[in-house]
T-cell receptor
């Protein structure tokens, strides 16, 4: 089946630093990837839609200058949390839409970000 | 606009008994519907999906769901719960157009007791 990986799985950083999270589709091509944020015991909140070769589309209320998204290839999207603060601590999950199955998204295992 | 309501935030069952997780949806279009499962500190795994084919959808690990348009429901069932089924379950609908955004329900936490 389709596999999506994320790296790192966990990251701890100091306030004010930037953190980059990678999302890769391992065995399929994904023109569209999605980034979600999940707070403890809550559902997933879509942050942005990432399209290969173009600018990401951000959901209302998500700061595009704080959460930088790059989708440079059909198998890789990155999310960079710039000048991180403790309130950015969360579980970040990406998903990728398989070109062969437009209605199905496959999710990565998530990245736990802790900002001290 | 599309929306999803999961009617129970918590469900507790005994091992070996049936599981029922309820989901109602609202959609202006013929929706695609999904159930995902999330184990603690893990990503989401697709259990099953409905995309306008057979209304009874069979998924992995013995789960199945029935699409009922008249009731706007897509309840998830399993005949016999296993301890490993304990997790968070999300009912999901696609937005209009069906290609992009997933609209998530609030989730149902399933507990399975010995």
């Amino acid at each position: 089946g389709a596999v999506v990986s994320q790296h790192p799985s966990r990251v701890i950083c100091k306030s004010g630093t930037s953190v980059k999270i990678e999302c890769r589709s391992l065995d399929f091509q994904a023109t569209t990837m999605f980034w979600y944020r999940q707070f403890p015991k809550q559902s997933l909140m879509l942050m942005a839609t990432s399209n290969e070769g173009s600018k990401a589309t951000y959901e209302q209320g998500v700061e595009k200058d704080k959460f930088l998204i790059n989708h440079a290839s059909l198998t890789l999207s990155t999310l960079t949390v710039t000048s991180a603060h403790p309130e950015d601590s969360s579980f970040y999950i990406c998903s990728a839409r398989d070109l062969a199955g437009p209605d199905t998204q496959y999710f990565g295992p998530g990245t736990r970000l802790t900002v001290l | 606009a599309q929306s999803v309501t999961q009617l129970d935030s918590h469900v507790s069952v005994s091992e070996g008994t049936p599981v029922l997780l309820r989901c109602n949806y609202s959609s202006s279009y013929s929706p695609s519907l999904f159930w995902y499962v999330q184990h603690p500190n893990k990503g989401l795994q697709l259990l099953l999906k409905y995309t306008s084919a057979a209304t009874l959808v069979k998924g992995i690990n013995g789960f199945e769901a029935e699409f009922k348009k008249s009731e706007t429901s897509f309840h998830l069932t399993k005949p016999s719960a296993h301890m490993s089924d304990a997790a968070e379950y999300f009912c999901v609908v696609t937005n209009s157009g069906g290609y992009n955004k997933l609209i998530f329900g609030a989730g149902t936490r399933l507990a399975v007791h010995p």
